[in-house]
């Protein structure tokens, strides 16, 4: 690829989504590939914020419950819309009070991540940003997505990570419950884990959902948060956690190039196809 862009890799691109609604669902997890992609070619670090307006995003795994058509009718019964994404494991919410974040870095023979140190740089980010409160890592056994490098404040999970690796390029994800209703979530999707397991609900890698289990961040630091004011803290944080700071005239020349263009639309269509194994559950 010829370099047109105006790199700077002693900066982060910071690219914004927004909140998205049901007709953009595909674009952030499309967009996660062509940025992974991009940052390990072009040794660029980059940070996506991106929000659902109402969904949950269903792990490969989630596809294969045997009552799946039961499950997703419970979804749609709760006013949830329904994506696979691009990767394994088990679902998550996302919703207007939830900020999905991704740390997007260059993951070459120069700069090689391993997998707990991927995890452990978003951990120690969230920690810089939210000194208020001890915040730990440790699997939230009976919360939706449980996995080792859950995150939790005495005890009550407020966050979840999970790493996707694209050719030279890592991108280290964590999903923020920041406000909201976090127990209807979690009543959610133990909704959908009973109508689509049945007798089999907690079995199977399949987790037994506790609602109670976890809570909103601000909740936890007993602080009324935004998710702007999340942003805010998380870029604050940047360039102490990362010797880097945001230069804000990267995104544009980058996101509006033929080569990012072109490749954002292959990722679309890889998307609308794995999606595609669900639509005949959708009613």
């Given at each position: 690829m010829s370099t047109t862009f105006p790199l700077h890799t002693e900066s982060f691109m910071l690219l914004d989504s927004g909140c998205l609604t049901n007709s953009d669902y595909f674009l952030p997890f499309a967009l996660t590939d062509v940025l992974t992609t991009f940052s390990g070619m072009q040794h660029q670090p980059i940070i996506h914020f991106w929000q659902l307006d109402q969904a949950m995003i269903l792990g490969m795994k989630d596809t294969r419950v045997p009552h799946l058509?039961?499950?997703i009718t419970s979804l749609?019964?709760?006013?949830?819309?329904?994506?696979?994404?691009?990767?394994?494991?088990?679902?998550?919410?996302?919703?207007s009070g939830i900020l999905n974040v991704?740390?997007?870095?260059?993951?070459?023979s120069e700069h090689k991540l391993s997998?707990?140190?991927?995890?452990?740089?978003?951990?120690?980010?969230?920690?810089?940003?939210f000194p208020e409160k001890e915040?730990?890592?440790f699997e939230i056994t009976t919360s939706y997505c449980p996995g080792t490098y859950d995150l939790s404040i005495g005890g009550q999970k407020f966050a979840g990570i999970a790493q996707r690796r694209v050719k030279d390029g890592i991108s280290v994800m964590i999903y923020i419950s920041v406000n909201g209703n976090q127990l209807a979530r979690g009543e959610v999707v133990r909704d959908f884990?009973?109508?689509?397991?049945?007798?089999q609900f907690g079995e199977n890698g399949y987790p037994p959902v506790d609602p109670a289990v976890m809570a909103n961040l601000e909740t936890l630091i007993e602080t009324p948060l935004t998710i702007d004011a999340v942003k805010t803290r998380l870029i604050e944080a940047s360039p102490q956690q990362f010797e880097k700071s945001i230069d804000p005239n990267l995104t544009e020349p980058i996101i509006t190039s033929e080569?990012?263009?072109?490749?954002?639309?292959?990722?679309?269509?890889?998307?609308?196809q794995r999606n595609a194994l669900i639509k005949g559950e959708i009613v």
């Open positions: 058509k039961e499950g749609q019964e709760n006013d949830y819309s329904v994506v696979v994404r691009n990767a394994g494991g088990l679902g998550v919410i996302a919703d991704s740390l997007i870095l260059p993951n070459n997998i707990d140190a991927a995890y452990e740089l978003m951990w120690a980010w969230l920690r810089q940003s915040i730990d890592a884990y009973l109508a689509g397991l049945q007798e080569w990012f263009q072109t490749n954002l639309t292959v990722q679309l269509e890889k998307m609308a």
